[in-house]
């Protein structure tokens, strides 16, 4: 109780001082001269949003009364009249604050527009490359510079300015492309990724790079498969990170992938591309829009041999990817889960089983056409041999320069 009291006392004291160097300063004076008594008085000027409705006496203070509508008086002032709000917005102008007793009206350019003199005119927009070091604004234009070193910009904007490079690299992931004034750095598999709903290793992709796991393997086998391809190597670290807890499989598709990625201006590569991008658009066209309900994925994925797939990632899937994306999708976690083994025997091998289970019948031949697609993928046939004789002619041209 006793703190209380003397809290209040100094909090009083400090009122009373704060008050009292306040009126040192304030109100602001004016002198005026009094008929009445001939003398020159200091009167108090009026506060802003208000006029002098009468002056000072020597026995009474200055009387102020509020600006009438559409006048204010912005500043302390001994004036017996407030200003008129004149300001007429211009063309391609919005009123953005209305006239009240302190502020005469406010007028702005709309958006995309600064005020040049008399008119607004349009913002300069930074094409992609460039970047607003400063936005335009209702008052002044944009300042656009191009994009340094390791910054992008790939809009036309008057607002953007120019944004970092993702960094792959901090991403753990590998540079697929890199970024330029116009363009973000790509990283590998991310953009295929959120494309294809995170399908790692497509089925086109696994038809195509199957044949060429090897059959016995080197110590250093993932090396040599690099070392044998056309082009850039794959860079060491993402080479440790590929090696790292898969199966020799899971490791080719991912070298060849990356492989892939890294050499994309290579005449056979591009090729390759081309192939399964077509072979993918085929699937995609023979398993076409299948609507399955969670029920029927998961009849699907359980008549799969080997591991299952969980049921916590069908309802994810479910959620995430498109109708044909979906099957195409599980199918994949089921290739990862159960290490080695070929994704479409499996599919064959589930296809036999699925008739008892009332799954509709449309569903069941659409997934044989596309095993019959995949088995007969001639590319695949083709670029077996093709691709087969490039890594051993270059192999064995190794070899010879070894001996
Ligand atoms: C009057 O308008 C100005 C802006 O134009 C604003 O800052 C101010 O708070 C307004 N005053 C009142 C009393 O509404
Ligand atoms: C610009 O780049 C960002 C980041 O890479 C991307 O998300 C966006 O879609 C791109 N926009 C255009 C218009 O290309
Ligand atoms: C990218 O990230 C790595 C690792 O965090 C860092 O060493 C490198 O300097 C970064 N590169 C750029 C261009 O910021
Ligand atoms: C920037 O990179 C993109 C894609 O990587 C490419 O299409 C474009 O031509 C490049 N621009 C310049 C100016 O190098
Ligand atoms: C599946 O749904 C899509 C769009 O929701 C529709 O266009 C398509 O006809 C449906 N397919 C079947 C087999 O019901």
Avoid at 31 to 54: E, I, W
Avoid at 190 to 206: F, N, S, V, Y
Wanted: with cysteine.
């Amino acid at each position: 109780m006793a703190m209380h009291a003397s809290l209040s006392c100094t909090l009083l004291f400090l009122g009373i001082s704060v008050k009292w160097t306040l009126q040192e300063i304030f109100p602001p004076k004016y002198l005026h001269y009094d008929s009445a008594t001939s003398r020159q008085l200091m009167c108090n000027q009026c506060p802003p949003g208000t006029y002098v409705k009468r002056h000072c006496s020597a026995s009474r203070q200055t009387l102020c009364a509020p600006c009438p509508e559409s006048h204010y008086a912005g500043e302390w002032h001994s004036t017996e009249e407030c200003q008129y709000c004149s300001t007429v917005c211009k063309e391609l102008q919005y009123v953005k604050q209305e006239c009240n007793s302190t502020h005469n009206r406010l007028c702005e350019c709309i958006k995309g527009r600064y005020l040049n003199l008399e008119f607004c005119l349009r913002h300069t927009i930074c094409a992609p490359g460039f970047g607003a070091v400063r936005p335009g604004t209702p008052e002044s234009n944009t300042i656009c510079q191009r994009c340094p070193d390791g910054f992008f910009s790939n809009e036309s904007s008057s607002q953007t300015p120019c944004r970092k490079h993702r960094n792959c690299t901090a991403l753990g992931l590998p540079t697929a492309s890199r970024g330029n004034a116009s363009h973000d750095s790509v990283c590998a598999g991310d953009a295929e990724q959120t494309l294809k709903c995170g399908i790692d290793i497509t089925l086109c992709e696994e038809a195509f790079f199957r044949f060429a796991v090897p059959t016995k393997l080197t110590p250093n086998w993932p090396q040599d498969l690099v070392d044998s391809l056309p082009g850039s190597t794959v860079d060491s670290e993402a080479l440790e990170r590929i090696r790292r807890g898969q199966d020799s499989q899971e490791q080719t598709f991912q070298l060849l992938k990356l492989w892939k990625l890294e050499n994309q201006d290579q005449d056979i590569v591009k090729k390759i591309e081309q192939d399964i991008d077509r072979c993918e658009n085929t699937v995609l066209k023979h398993i076409g829009h299948p609507n399955l309900t969670f029920d029927q994925l998961l009849v699907l994925m359980e008549s799969l041999p080997g591991k299952r797939v969980a049921k916590e990632d069908i309802e994810k899937i479910l959620m995430s990817c498109s109708p044909a994306e979906q099957i195409l999708k599980l199918l994949s976690l089921w290739r990862i889960k159960n290490k080695g083994q070929d994704t479409l025997k499996g599919l064959m091998h589930g296809l036999k089983h699925l008739k008892r289970y009332h799954f509709p019948k449309a569903v069941i031949q659409s997934l044989r056409k596309t095993v019959k697609f995949l088995h007969s993928f001639t590319m695949y046939r083709l670029y077996q041999k093709l691709f087969l004789e490039l890594v051993r002619s270059q192999v064995q041209s190794a070899k010879r320069s070894c001996l």
